[in-house]
């Protein structure tokens, strides 16, 4: 069986490159590991950026991201 491919958000404008989940939470934890390494947090840091957006993983955020797409409007930003 395959995985389904999940987005973060919908591709920006005059593009039809969709930002992938996975893709997104593993350079948010790139980042924030950054960020956290100058405080000795780097590993904690790591995990929350991993794990900041898992929620976007259901099926109901993923047909939202979908609509978004379809009627021309940019999903990413969103805030419920």
């Known amino acids: 069986s ?22 997104h939470l593993q350079a948010v934890a790139a980042s924030a590991s950054r960020f956290g390494a100058k405080f000795g947090q780097a590993d904690l840091a ?3 950026g991993l794990t900041h957006d898992l929620a976007k993983a259901d099926p109901r ?6 609509e978004c797409k ?3 409007q940019n999903g990413s930003g969103v805030t419920s």
């Open 2 to 23: 395959s995985v389904a491919y999940l987005n973060a958000h919908t591709p920006p404008s005059g593009s039809d490159r969709w930002h992938g989940l996975v893709e």
């Open 46 to 48: 790591h995990a929350l």
């Open 61 to 66: 955020f993923q047909r939202y991201l979908q």
């Open 70 to 72: 379809e009627a021309g």
